[in-house]
Structure formats: C-alpha cells, structure tokens
C-alpha cells in the first residue's frame, strides 16, 4: 500500500513533484527568467538561445536533485507508444574533466535516427535523421525505475530532417495553432475577442487488469494484447452486477500506488470505478490542454502498466482482450476555452453567450457532418475494429447526441420562430425560460459515438490503447475549419446587421447539418436503416475507414491549413495499413502456432487417453460413453486441423501481397473469418475435455479470479 499516503501526507505536499511545474521553476530561476518563460509558455513569444540555456540549467539542477542522472527527448512515433533515447548529464570539459552539463540546445532541439520508426515513406525520399522539438507548453518530468534510476523526460515533437511530421504530437500542434487562430478571428468579429483559444481534454482510460500468471500462461495475450481462443465462461457480464460494483481489495490497493504515482507526475488521476466486464475498471483525470492531456494520457497507460507488474499483475490495455464481453475504449471528452476562462461550448447565463454557445457548437456539428470519415478514420485500426459496432460500443456510424432540449430549441428555430429576425430573441428568451441543462439531460444515451454532455463533446470511439492525439487533430481540424467558413461569411456580409448575419447562420447551418443528429438507440437495427436513408458514412472497418484520407475534400482540408502536407498524409494511409495487415498477420502466426503446438497435442493426448481407458473397460463390455467421445473428439480434430490448414494458406496468400491496400483487404476478408473459425472449433473443444489437459488458463479463472 502506497507508502506517502499512511505517512498521513496530504496529497497537495507531493502532487507534481517528479514535474518541472511553476512551484520548481520559481525556486530553480530567477524571478526574471521565470516570467521570461512564462511569457513564452503562455503567450507564445519566442524563447532565446539565452533563456533557453537558463531554463535548461535550472530544469537539470532540480532533476539532479530528484535523484535523475539522463535526459531524454520523450516523444511519440507513428506507433501507439512512446520513444526515448537516454543521455546523461555527464560531459567532458576542455581539460578533460568529466562535467555536468545540459544546455539549451540539449533542451531545445535532439537528433535521433528515424530510420528504425515507422515513416510510411518519408525516409525513402529524405535523409534518415530525424530531429526531436521542445513541447514549451507539456513540462518536462521525472521517470523513476523501482530501484531509484531516474530520467528527466522532455515531451518534444518529432521531424524529419525535411521538417515532415513523423509522429503524433506535430499534427496535434498544428491543428490546435489552427483552432485558435480560427477561433479567435470568429469570436473577433462577433465582438467577443479572446487572447488566447485552447481545446480541454479529458480523457477517460478503461483498462483490465488480470494476474500476471494467467497471463504469463497466454502467449496470445503476450504476443497480440488479446486472447486468441477461450470459450465464454458461463458467467458473463449478463447480470450487469460488474459496473460500479464495490472494488476487491488487491485492485484497490493497485488503484492506489496507481494514483499515487500519477499524482507525483502531476496527473489529476481523479476517478476510478469498476467497468462493465468482469475484471475491467476506468481511470479519468481531470481534462488539461489537449497536448497536454495527451501526452499524459500516454503516461497513464505506461503507469498502469508498470504499477501492475509490481501488483503481480498485468494491465490489458487492448480493445478487446476477451470475446464475449465488453472491450475497453477511451472516452474523449473535448471543449474549447478562452484565456479569460470562458467555456465556448458552455451555455452560459446571459443571453449573448447564448448565442454564441450555439454558433460553436453548431460549428463542431456542421464539422462533424462534413468529416464524418475523417472523425471515424481517427480510431480505426485492426483492435478497434473488434469492438466498434459490437453492441457495446458506439457503431461504426457516426452521429451527434445532442440531447432533447437542445433539439427541441434548434427545431423550433427552425420551425417555430419564423423569421430570421426571431431567432435572436428567441435565443434571449430561451435563457430565462429554458431550465438549465443539467448533466443529466444531456448525458442518457450511451450508445452514442459522438454526445453533447453539457458542456463538452464526448467522442466514444476512441480505442483504449489508441493515442488520444489522432482525434483530437481531427476535431481540432474540423471546428477550425467550419469557424473559418463561418468567419468568411460573416466577412463577406460585413455591413449587414450583425445580429440578423449569427441568426441566419445558425439557422442555415442547422438545416444543412441536421442530418448528423441522433438522439435514438444508436444500437438499433432501425438507426443503421434510418442513417443510410440520411446518407451518412457507415464504414464497418478500419480498411474502409483509411479510405477518408484519400477524399479530395480531406485532403484539402489538411494541405491547406498546413495539418499535413501531401507527404505525410499519404505517409500515414500507408502506416495504417501496414500496421493493419501486420497485426492481423501477427495474430493469425500466434493462433497457428498455438493450435499446432499446444491445442492439438493436447486434446489428442486426451483423446488417446480416453481410447486407453475404453479397451479396458471393453473387457467388460463397457465404455460406450468412452466411445462416443473418442468419435465427436475425433471429428473435432479433424475440422481443428483443416482450420488450421485455411488459415495458413490465407495467411500465406496475404502475406504475398504486395499492394498495402489489397493486402489489409486479404488479411479483412480472408485471414480474418478464418481465424474466427479456427477459435471457434477451438472453443467448442474446450468445453468437452478435461480442464486439466487444456493448455492455457480459461476465461473464468482468468476473469473471476479472487
Ligand atoms: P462521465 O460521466 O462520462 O464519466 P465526467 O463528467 O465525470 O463524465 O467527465 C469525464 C471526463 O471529462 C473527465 O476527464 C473530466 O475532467 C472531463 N471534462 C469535464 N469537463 C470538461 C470540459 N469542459 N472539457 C473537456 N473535458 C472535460
Ligand atoms: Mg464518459
């Protein structure tokens, strides 16, 4: 049990104290190097070669003093992960004498080899250096081993020696410089300025947590993130008894040294419960600047899993680690604020935020509407595709959730208010006689992808083990993009009465968009019917859904307002494919190799067994039960065996396909159902032998163990 908390310390004595944060720079820089900095954290002036090597020295003091010997460049690569090369402070003055040095060019700016990260193409046409850039705005932390090696880690964006993003906080950066300077303009000439325009994120991470034997016994969960084979036990998640169900004691004390040790990174870790499935629990912190809610969503995973194995545990982090229960996503609840703290997507009390809560929140929606593909494409992948659509998470269509209230208003402005002229004091009146919104009325629906919760948008796609920073590009992306057109028009009507220019819009951008709300069952069979009636993308899978990033229209979207350039949009399609096939291929390698080597064997062994004992008992003319299971064990065998020679040969055949796109569609159609099969009559043998020849542990010890 965490040892700072029965120490009886208060959790604000050590919150953020493995971070560089305001209370470290204010004891490790002068008062007037601190507000230089500040200056640059927060209005984004240009940090100096001179104030940069004074925050580096006072970065590396205070590291020193926490016990940390390295620094590294912590950054994301086009995979899930994160990336870190290790440096130590140590160096070698002109006499020779061994230093401790980091400079702002150490902090500002590293090198790395790129060659070995996944580049999608990119470095076939540049050089393979790859520089890594300082994140001002993400603070540098403390990553500490167990035994006390520490390194100081510095969030930073990471490029090609051409300037190509090769990574995933570069587009985030991007398209929040994007937002802000769209928001800002817009709320310029609606005469609400702002100085500076943020999107919040919170991230809300599920996650199952399983001993580290079982899973030490389980070389699909080892080698793919999830179980291959397992029959459903025969206890599921059927009487709902799981979600928010009191937590057992050994969780709890992991959930405590979990949030311990997010405290001390400075990581809000706020709310904890169990899940839906058995053995499955969620984290949330509070929301922060989506850089920096991303970059410590990524922490978070890293501790949880790290916290586990010290738990004697292993934290699954997989969209679906079992068949047959819920899979794990990550709830992206999005919101865009000033600088002077206003919530743009919050309604407010007085009757010109009123207004403006609906142009904002009709930009996301219009947004939404016009890159359905996009928003969908930015949580695709091979894992996902396991649990989007499968009735316990959103379906592959996208649609908003916006609640009845908001939908009662927007219809009677459509309908009810008449003329344009209206819906100004309709809007005004609506403040005093619409009841607040409350939480509540606004958050019902769950099996909504995309919901209005208040005061936030809710993306409930995303998968569990996905970054957050490809959604966030997008939704960043697109709001940018409609308040640009929202600008144009208001700038092109300039002289028109400003109130009837809003009123006109709202109205306008609710009739062309309406189509994208949704408040019904997004699970029901009628929703699939009524959305292609509405002509609404359904893309079932990752493969169609890589497709958005070919549109004209997205990439137009991305070139022109310096997202990605041509390059690295067709970069990341390739990426998404590659990483699709591969894990597919990865996945269909271990079921073979599982079933040739250790199913198989084992229930011939049994069946020969069983054979054994019937010629005894024959000799006294018994053994027909003995006989009948030697026959069904039989025939299993022999449809296990021309699975696993399907598989193969689809695996095979996929593998020899060169074209990236043709290959995933191999690997979708083909290899896929054949894998599905193979577990199938895996599963169905399961469930007639003998427990204790089956060579990996089952799905009811693993998921109720005590
Ligand atoms: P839920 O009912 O979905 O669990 P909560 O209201 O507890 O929702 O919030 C879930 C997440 O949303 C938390 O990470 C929280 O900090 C975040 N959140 C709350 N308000 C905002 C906001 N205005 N912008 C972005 N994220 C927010
Ligand atoms: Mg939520």
């Known amino acids: 049990m965490s040892k700072l908390l029965t120490d009886e310390k208060r959790i604000t004595d050590f919150f953020a104290c493995d971070v560089f944060d305001d209370k470290a720079m204010k004891e490790y820089m002068s008062a007037e190097d601190y507000a230089a900095f500040k200056e640059v954290t927060q209005n984004g002036s240009e940090l100096n070669r001179q104030l940069a090597d004074k925050v580096a020295d006072a970065m590396k003091e205070w590291a020193m003093s926490k016990g940390a010997t390295h620094y590294t460049h ?67 932390f403390i990553k500490k081993s167990q035994g006390g090696a520490g390194v100081l880690c510095i969030p930073t964006a990471f490029c090609s020696f051409g300037g190509e993003a090769l990574d995933k906080k570069t587009p985030l950066l991007r398209s929040m410089a994007y937002l802000e300077r769209e928001a800002k303009r817009f709320l310029a000439l609606i005469g609400k300025p702002a100085n500076r325009v943020y999107p919040n994120v919170g991230g809300e991470q599920e996650y199952f947590l399983i001993s580290k034997e079982d899973y030490l016994k389980r070389e699909d969960l080892k080698l793919t993130g999830r179980t291959l084979f397992g029959a459903a036990p025969p206890k599921g998640q059927e009487k709902n008894d799981q979600y928010y169900a009191k937590i057992k004691e050994n969780v709890l004390d992991y959930m405590a040294d979990l949030n311990e040790a997010l405290w001390k990174l400075g990581i809000t870790a706020k709310t904890q419960h169990n899940e839906v499935a058995p053995s499955q629990h969620e984290l949330a912190p509070i929301f922060a600047t989506a850089n920096i809610a991303t970059d410590q969503n990524q922490i978070i995973m890293e501790t949880m899993k790290k916290v586990a194995d010290s738990h004697g545990l292993k934290c699954l982090l997989h969209e679906k680690p079992f068949a047959g229960v819920n899979g794990s996503g990550k709830h992206n609840n999005w919101s865009l604020c000033t600088d002077d703290g206003r919530n743009l997507l919050s309604m407010g009390k007085d009757e010109e935020s009123h207004r403006t809560f609906f142009l904002f929140f009709l930009a996301v929606i219009a947004g939404v509407d016009d890159f359905q593909d996009l928003l969908r494409m930015s949580c695709a992948s091979a894992g996902n595709d396991r649990r989007i659509g499968g009735h316990e998470a959103p379906p592959a269509i996208i649609s908003v959730y916006v609640g009845d209230k908001i939908e009662a208003m927007l219809n009677d402005i459509e309908h009810n208010v008449g003329e344009v002229d209206n819906i100004k004091e309709y809007l005004e009146m609506g403040v005093s006689t619409m009841p607040k919104l409350k939480k509540d009325d606004s958050d019902r629906n769950r099996t909504s992808p995309f919901a209005f919760t208040g005061n936030k948008f809710e993306f409930r796609m995303v998968g569990s083990q996905q970054t957050l920073s490809t959604p966030n590009v997008i939704l960043n992306t697109i709001t940018a993009y409609t308040l640009s057109r929202f600008s144009d028009i208001i700038e092109s009507k300039k002289g028109e009465n400003l109130d009837k220019v809003l009123s006109q819009l709202i109205y306008d951008e609710y009739v062309a968009h309406k189509r994208i709300i949704f408040n019904g069952n997004n699970y029901s069979e009628e929703w699939t019917k009524e959305a292609a009636k509405r002509g609404l993308y359904n893309l079932s899978n990752a493969v169609d859904a890589f497709e958005a990033l070919k549109r004209k229209e997205v990439r137009d979207l991305f070139i022109s307002n310096g997202i990605f350039n041509e390059v690295e949009i067709d970069a990341r399609y390739r990426i998404y494919l590659t990483d699709y096939s591969q894990t597919i291929n990865i996945e269909a390698q271990t079921a073979l190799s599982i079933a040739k080597t250790r199913i198989l064997p084992s229930v011939m062994k049994y069946q020969g067994e069983t054979a054994i004992q019937l010629e005894s008992l024959n000799k006294f003319g018994l053994g027909k039960t003995h006989l009948e299971k030697i026959e069904i064990l039989d025939k299993a065998i022999s449809e296990f065996n021309n699975a696993i020679n399907e598989l193969e040969a689809a695996t095979n055949k996929a593998r020899a396909i060169s074209d990236l796109k043709q290959r995933a569609i191999a690997c979708r159609d083909e290899v896929n159902p054949k894998l599905d099969n193979l577990r199938k009559i895996a599963d169905d043998m399961q469930l007639i032998c003998d427990k204790a020849i089956w060579p990996y542990p089952n799905y009811q010890d693993i998921l109720f163990r005590d």
Not at 102 to 128: C, H, Q, V, W, Y
């Open 74 to 140: 912590w950054f994301q690569p086009l995979t899930d992960a994160t990336a870190e090369k290790h440096d130590a402070f140590i160096s070698i003055d002109k006499g020779g004498k061994v230093i401790l040095e980091f400079t702002g060019k150490n902090l500002m700016r590293g090198e790395a080899d790129a060659s070995s990260f996944p580049s999608g193409g990119i470095r076939a046409t540049f050089e393979a250096r790859g520089y890594t850039i300082w994140d001002v705005m993400s603070p540098a």
